[in-house]
């Protein structure tokens, strides 16, 4: 019988719903943390300053039990951002004096690698986070490298940007879901994401404008904020080939799922899109979906390897030529499903997210 770990999860949020793509994984890897059958304790919570929040509360009684309990790992999942808690850097002190293996997810790369590609200097807050994030990166990243044995990056291409000494890839996940496959008279579409250019919606907009230009002969579903869509794309709304939904939940999102061929990630390739990989990519997998992506590196890799998709360029002829074979080739539509339930349950599972990080940290020395 295997030893039962005690195991500390750090998290930044609330851990409640996932009210944003960056939510999503910390919620998801505690799930599976649990589902080990070890003893997992949990630091979570917003920090808020000035006041004496649960967060700082959880992290002293912590702090406290650590002279009673054995911990054998730590993992850190944080939000985007920087660590902004004098009290979570305590913590880690903390765990290190205990000589507890760390291992630190580094979620946001932005502050190094996007400058210049979103910043909406109309948006104060928006700036004032900028500033923020730009000046104090660097000593959140120091401090880092001093107090952690393992940081994980989303993708590869992200983590040959920085220096920390032991560095590993930790792509999202995905589940096993029951799903019914659909059966559309008109081939269906769909991106679910927000409605942004740097994700491409306006190129995905303007190729289905050139796929239907005579009759409507594919579909494309878009589930996006509603305030946002209708902010910038309002003039194509009331396309017939073009279905709006607004709706969140796993649910609500599954009967959209359902009624889908094959997702999209149409993302424009940028130096941020070229270094990232979605949480959206192994939600559309965790539904039997194929996927049409733009050449992106970390894209490239995952569909050539495991043919789970397909591959084009960031422009509207490439994506219109690729959507079309792909939705008219009814058979290799078929081989792709297939793929995508192997690749699921062989290398793409939250669980298995989970075992790497088990396995890795119970081996440091």
Not at 189 to 218: H, M, R, W
Not at 238 to 267: C, Q
Request: glycine share 4%; net charge positive.
């Amino acid at each position: 019988m295997e030893k039962r770990l005690n195991i500390l999860y750090i998290s930044f949020t609330d851990l409640i719903k996932c009210s944003s793509g960056s939510e999503v994984r910390p919620i998801k890897m505690l799930k599976y943390f649990r589902e080990t059958g070890n003893n997992i304790v949990v630091v979570k919570g917003r920090y808020k300053p000035f006041i004496y929040s649960e967060r700082k509360k959880n992290i002293k009684q912590v702090i406290h039990d650590m002279k009673s309990i054995k911990f054998d790992l730590c993992y850190v999942e944080p939000t985007s951002g920087c660590i902004s808690s004098i009290w979570d850097y305590f913590l880690l002190k903390s765990i290190v004096k205990n000589k507890i293996p760390i291992g630190y997810f580094y979620r946001d790369s932005f502050a190094k690698i996007g400058k210049g590609i979103v910043v909406n200097k109309k948006n104060f807050k928006g700036l004032l986070i900028e500033i923020y994030s730009r000046i104090f990166t660097p000593i959140n990243d120091f401090l880092i490298n001093k107090y952690c044995d393992i940081v994980y990056f989303p993708t590869i291409e992200m983590s040959k940007y920085f220096n920390f000494k032991n560095k590993k890839e930790l792509l999202p996940g995905g589940e096993i879901i029951e799903y019914k496959c659909s059966h559309n008279r008109i081939p269906r579409v769909i991106y679910v994401g927000a409605s942004s250019d740097n994700y491409g919606v306006k190129n995905l907009l303007e190729t289905f404008s050139l796929i239907n230009c005579n009759q409507v002969s594919l579909k494309l579903l878009i589930v996006t904020r509603e305030e946002e869509f209708y902010s910038k794309y309002s003039s194509y709304a009331n396309k017939k080939w073009l279905e709006l939904s607004h709706v969140t939940g796993t649910n609500k999102l599954k009967k959209m799922y359902e009624r889908a061929d094959i997702a999209i990630a149409p993302f424009l390739r940028n130096a941020y899109s070229d270094i990232a990989c979605s949480v959206k990519i192994f939600e559309y997998l965790s539904f039997g979906l194929p996927i049409v992506a733009t050449n992106t590196p970390i894209m490239v890799r995952l569909i050539k390897d495991n043919n789970i998709g397909f591959i084009c360029e960031d422009n509207c002829l490439s994506m219109k030529k690729i959507i079309e074979n792909a939705l008219f080739d009814v058979d290799e539509l078929k081989n792709k499903r297939k793929a995508v339930k192997i690749f699921l349950k062989k290398k793409g599972l939250w669980s298995k997210r989970v075992s790497t990080v088990i396995n890795d940290l119970s081996n440091i020395k």
